[in-house]
């Protein structure tokens, strides 16, 4: 029986500096490359394209777990009196059928967090990040 490439989030692991956190439901991410029009004399088109600046961005969504201090204990997050000292982190999604990296934040900090506290059901919440550097599979 032929197998599906198609990647789905039950097949995904959420690695935090190295550490399994086990609480990953879902999220996205944007890469953003920026280019700049290089125009010459006398030309109505561009000449070339030059890449710029580069951002990396993203949420991923996760399941508040009994005792763990949220995304401040996991350290994804600093506390208020200690954000000035927030350390970098790094985000990796891993393929569990393959055991690759899926995808790889690195030099990320949290921009903000979301929490959803519902009458009866599962506590759930959200980061969002920012990061300086990031790969995938390909890179391997």
């Known amino acids: 029986m032929a197998q599906t490439k198609t990647i789905t989030p039950a097949h995904l692991k959420l690695y935090v500096n190295g550490q399994l956190i086990g609480i990953a439901m879902g999220g996205s991410y944007q890469i953003q490359t920026a280019v700049r029009d290089i125009r010459a004399i ?67 900090l949290c921009t903000g967090q979301q929490w959803n506290i519902p009458t009866r059901g599962i506590v759930t919440g959200s980061f969002s990040f920012k990061g300086t550097a990031w790969s995938n599979e390909a890179a391997s």
């Open 42 to 108: 006398d030309s109505n088109v561009a000449y070339e394209l030059a890449p710029t600046q580069c951002d990396v961005s993203g949420t991923i969504q996760i399941v508040r777990l009994h005792g763990t201090g949220g995304i401040e204990g996991e350290g994804i997050a600093a506390f208020d009196e200690e954000i000035l000292l927030q350390k970098y982190s790094t985000i990796t999604l891993v393929d569990r059928k393959t055991d690759l990296n899926m995808q790889e934040f690195g030099r990320c």
